[in-house]
């Protein structure tokens, strides 16, 4: 079977590229002819080293985009282009999140975080930076305009699988492409919780009084609030946060540090290596996931691996429902006051939880469980 994958890797660096990257894998290992077609030659590169992993041995080619074009806009450019070459034949396609409209009369997989086309429908979603300021208001406008030109924003092509990462988008995907929701796949995307589990059960260091946050510096992320707990606590407890990231909108945490005078505090660590990103996962005993909107959340899974408890957002979200099992594997939190007793509880009972609960409920989402279930689906599709 011959497939084409369209992405860029490490323009929107996240939980999104270790997705495809395991898909990539999956194709390769069960002998498929993978092509990556990508505007970002060297993406796929950039990625694997900061995951310390191999680069698949699959064909890449590449597709200039006109430089103006930011994502999504650079993947439905290069399905244009593919289409109209009609230099390749290729027996599927498989996208991220949204299916451009060159392709969608042909055979696809649509893997999907959350589809920007949900979030004309379900704004809670649109980021903060779209809402609150003038230029975002029109950007945004404009976006909803020229979106439906390129991408399918209301209903499923026949010949398309459809694959939710979780339950929330599951949901939120069928309400906008209007089916019944047993038509989307149901598959949590990967992650490598067994490499750091082996890694946490072989270190020699203990915990300390470490929380760490791991995320995309965005406000609605709300980081923030996190400082705004941590600075409650320090009254009661000797307690340390960790704040990891890639670079975004940090400038509104670099304030709220300063402001509350938690400078010595709190680690702000931007664009940090993965090994760095390991070893203070393996020193907290909690990780805190604020986000009230949150599909998923892959660094909950991923801290949990490492023997922290997990500390999220009560509510329709992924962290809350699928992976802590509404408390069953964790702690969940609804106000800051709330967030500042559940730090306290796990900072100081860390040795009454059942950390070995957590750890194997992490081991559920490992990237060999996720490539297991993608081709037992990619079977049932080819057939």
């Not at 960790?242 to 940090?250: T, V």
């Not at 070893?279 to 959340?297: C, Q, T, Y």
């Not at 900072?347 to 490992?366: G, H, M, P, Q, V």
């Amino acid at each position: 079977m011959k497939i084409a994958v369209i992405y860029d890797f490490a323009v929107n660096k996240g939980g999104g590229d270790f997705v495809m990257l395991n898909i990539l894998e999956a194709l390769h290992d069960i002998g498929y002819e993978v092509t990556l077609i990508t505007s970002h030659p060297n993406g796929l590169k950039e990625f694997t080293k900061f995951f310390e992993k191999d680069v698949p041995n699959i064909e890449i080619q590449t597709t200039k985009v006109p430089s103006l074009l930011k994502h999504p806009y650079t993947i439905a450019y290069i399905a244009r282009k593919i289409i109209k070459s009609e230099s390749e034949a290729y027996d599927a396609y498989i996208v991220s999140d949204d299916i451009p409209k060159y392709i969608a009369s042909h055979k696809g997989i649509c893997y999907m975080h959350y589809p920007h086309a949900a979030r004309f429908l379900f704004r809670e979603y649109v980021a903060t930076r779209y809402k609150t300021t003038l230029r975002g208001r029109l950007l945004w406008k404009l976006h909803e305009i020229a979106f439906p030109e390129f991408y399918i924003v209301n209903r499923k092509p026949e010949k398309w699988v459809l694959i939710a990462n979780s339950l929330v988008t599951r949901l939120h995907a069928a309400k906008t492409f209007h089916i019944n929701i047993d038509g989307i796949v149901l598959l949590n995307p990967p992650v490598a919780s067994r490499k750091i589990n082996e890694v946490w059960k072989n270190h020699s260091f203990k915990k300390e009084n470490l929380v760490v946050c791991v995320g995309r510096f965005e406000t609605e992320k709300r980081f923030t609030e996190v400082l705004h707990a941590l600075a409650c606590l320090k009254k009661k407890i000797d307690v340390k946060l960790c704040l990891i990231g890639f670079a975004y909108e940090e400038r509104h945490i670099l304030e709220t540090i300063r402001a509350l005078g938690l400078e010595k505090s709190v680690e702000l660590l931007i664009n940090a290596e993965r090994r760095t990103l390991i070893d203070r996962l393996l020193r907290a005993k909690a990780i805190v996931h604020p986000a009230p909107h949150e599909p998923f959340g892959i660094a909950v899974v991923e801290g949990m691996a490492a023997g922290c408890i997990p500390i999220v957002r009560r509510g329709f979200n992924g962290p809350w429902m699928e992976i802590t099992q509404e408390g069953k594997y964790g702690l969940g939190f609804s106000s800051i006051d709330e967030l500042g007793d559940m730090l306290m509880k796990a900072i100081r009972y860390y040795d009454d939880f059942n950390i070995d609960a957590i750890t194997s409920k992490a081991l559920e989402f490992d990237e060999t469980v996720f490539k297991e279930k993608f081709l037992k689906m990619l079977k049932g599709f080819s057939d």
